[in-house]
């Protein structure tokens, strides 16, 4: 995807350039800044509270036990 973005930079329309870039800028920063720093940062602040969903499945449990 970033390189279909990069082969758009490389075209002749402004418009086009100018979305290549913004998506591969975009896909630059999800990559390298949120699921590398952001999301881990996030999960420790967060601590237990993090895992919510596995408290909901442990409910589940006993409902369908009944």
Do not use: C, H, Y
Not at 29 to 50: E, K, Y
């Amino acid at each position: 995807m970033t390189s279909a973005s990069f082969l758009a930079i490389a075209g002749n329309s402004d418009q086009s350039r100018q979305l290549g870039f913004t998506v591969a800028f975009a896909i630059f920063l999800d990559t390298f800044f949120v699921r590398t720093l952001l999301v881990p940062s996030i999960a420790v602040l967060l601590g237990r509270w993090n895992w919510w969903p596995s408290k909901l499945s442990g409910r589940a449990d006993r409902l369908s036990e009944t």
